[in-house]
Nanobody
Framework: QVQLVESGGGLVQPGGSLRLSCAASGSIFSIDAMAWYRQAPGKQRDLIAS???????NYADSVKGRFTISRDNAKNTAYLQMNSLKFEDTAVYYC????????????????WGQGTQVTVSS
């Protein structure tokens, strides 16, 4: 069974930076796209950044120019570098990935992490 584990969240002042990590583990054959979502209290979970297996990226307008998604395929890990953080970036951040397991590489598992809290506050 595959698993995604996020880390790197915390409390930061406005204008500060954080780097989130998302590590996939288990019997992994390959990982397709990876993405970061966030969910603020009382709001829906929104896609903010995604990266394909060959490194093509897309961003939500709300984070474009401030956040950078990247991945290390050798480590099965995705990152989200967050700069110039704003109060409105406060949310639980979730990692998502399309993972193919060794036991059935033609089947794509839609995996989610448990989430990591990011709080931007002065």
């Amino acid at each position: 069974q595959v698993q995604l584990v996020e880390s790197g969240g915390g409390l930061v002042q406005p204008g500060g930076s954080l780097r989130l990590s998302c590590a996939a583990s288990g019997s992994i054959f390959s990982i397709d796209a990876m993405a970061w979502y966030r969910q603020a209290p009382g709001k829906q979970r929104d896609l903010i950044a995604s990266i394909t297996d060959d490194g093509s990226t897309n961003y939500a307008d709300s984070v474009k120019g401030r956040f950078t998604i990247s991945r290390d395929n050798a480590k099965n890990t995705a990152y989200l570098q967050m700069n110039s953080l704003k109060f409105e970036d406060t949310a639980v951040y979730y990692c998502n990935a399309g993972i193919r397991e060794k036991k059935s590489p033609t089947w794509l598992v839609n995996a989610w992490g448990q989430g990591t809290q990011v709080t931007v506050s002065s």
